[in-house]
């Protein structure tokens, strides 16, 4: 078949077609010169949006043919060339005729009209073109001189991949909201009247969904939507639950940092996790930061709001006298007000990072910004200055500070839903 006239591409034009062009995203075609020649052919079936093909037929015009012309009904796009035997299924092949000069072209080779070993190869391709990747000078006597445009073509499967990167995210956050749920358990058990769980337990579960879940999360990038949002920071929150138990023997804290982070989980499967397989216009590394800080930021100020719960809860037993459950599973007044001044002044530098860096991918990177977001955000930001505000500047603490920080969290939460009403859907977190 390689020598019918309706194979298409045996002049030199082909060869520079075959050369130029840009390739698309995570494929190649290699140039190199033609080393055998085969039997096996493939018939290009729908082509990609571009440039007509610069092969022979684009030249002689193809579309002229009549219509009972034999290869009257392949289109003009061009055709591939096999090179060598087609019953291997090797990785890379060796490719002529390949069209260039259009970025992101793509195309799904099926069987040609040849014998039984084109079928045995049909699958879909995704093509493209390199740069840096030159046709060779044919060698003088060599018997394929005149196809230069010999070259490796790299077979690629985004389906198959980006179903392995979806399988990984699901399993990996259904393992993570297994063990947040088998934590919150082993939290809650002593309140019901059972036995609590031992130290390293209570520490070893979140551990094991933390790491778990920061493989899933891993895959989500660039964040785009409301479940990767609520996914990292429902990761957040089971770290400083850890860190809450590490540091300040708070286990406490997983009352709500347990369930809260479980349902978080829970909310971004339903709505959908789904790992981007191309690259977003806007989503650089400086953008990336700006939104996991931010999270970062918003999960402190929800940490102030916890410790601060807490406080309320193991004074009002306190006031009662009422010496149950709470007062002996819940920390000190004294260990809960500081969790709540720390949470607070390491928040507070956190959000002015990730604000300013938002200024600096809206103004900087000349990504658009909506201005929900940048509401929302410098509300955040001023919010929590005020409560970080009272706490260090006019000494607030204790009950003054636990309403400070609880007012604070609920002004954000409750704005961030006003603006999300306005402009509901799961595209973007605002």
Request: charged share 15%; net charge positive.
């Amino acid at each position: 078949m390689g020598r019918r006239r309706c194979a298409g591409g045996r002049g030199a034009r082909d060869g520079a077609a075959a050369s130029a062009g840009a390739g698309g995203r995570g494929d190649a075609v290699r140039s190199y010169p033609r080393r055998s020649s085969g039997a096996a052919a493939r018939a290009v079936q729908r082509p990609g949006p571009g440039a007509p093909h610069a092969g022979r037929w684009g030249a002689r015009g193809h579309r002229d043919r009549p219509a009972g012309h034999a290869c009257a009904h392949r289109s003009p796009a061009g055709h591939l060339h096999q090179s060598g035997a087609g019953r291997r299924r090797e990785p890379w092949r060796r490719v002529r005729g390949v069209q260039a000069g259009v970025r992101h072209a793509r195309y799904v080779l099926g069987a040609g009209a040849g014998d039984r070993r084109d079928r045995a190869h049909a699958g879909p391709f995704v093509l493209g073109t390199d740069p840096q990747y030159r046709a060779r000078q044919p060698r003088s006597g060599h018997a394929g001189a005149a196809h230069p445009e010999d070259a490796f073509l790299i077979r690629r499967s985004p389906l198959r991949r980006g179903r392995c990167s979806r399988l990984v995210v699901l399993t990996t956050h259904f393992v993570a909201l297994g063990l947040y749920a088998l934590a919150t358990v082993l939290v809650l058990a002593p309140f019901a009247g059972l036995r609590p769980a031992p130290r390293g337990l209570l520490l070893g579960v979140p551990i094991a969904g933390i790491a778990a879940h920061a493989l899933g999360v891993m895959r989500l990038t660039p964040f785009m939507g409301v479940a990767p949002t609520l996914s990292m920071l429902a990761l957040f929150l089971a770290l400083f639950q850890v860190a809450s138990e590490a540091a300040f023997r708070a286990s406490a804290v997983g009352v709500f940092t347990g369930p809260l982070a479980t349902g978080l989980i829970g909310l971004a499967l339903l709505i959908g996790l789904v790992p981007e397989a191309r690259p977003v216009a806007g989503r650089s590394p400086w953008s990336i930061l700006h939104i996991t800080i931010s999270i970062l930021g918003l999960a402190m100020l929800a940490l102030a709001f916890i410790a601060a719960a807490l406080y309320l809860l193991q004074f009002r037993e306190l006031k009662a006298k009422r010496f149950g459950q709470v007062f002996r599973l819940f920390p000190p007044l004294e260990r809960l007000d500081q969790l709540n001044h720390l949470s607070l002044v390491v928040g507070f530098p956190t959000v002015t990072l990730g604000v300013l860096l938002g200024f600096g991918v809206r103004y900087a990177g000349g990504v658009s910004v909506n201005a929900a977001q940048v509401v929302w955000g410098m509300l955040m930001w001023l919010v929590l200055g005020w409560a970080v505000g009272v706490r260090v500047v006019r000494h607030w603490a204790g009950r003054r500070a636990a309403f400070a920080s609880i007012a604070s969290f609920a002004a954000v939460l409750l704005v961030y839903l006003a603006l999300k009403l306005t402009t509901p859907g799961t595209q973007r977190f605002l």
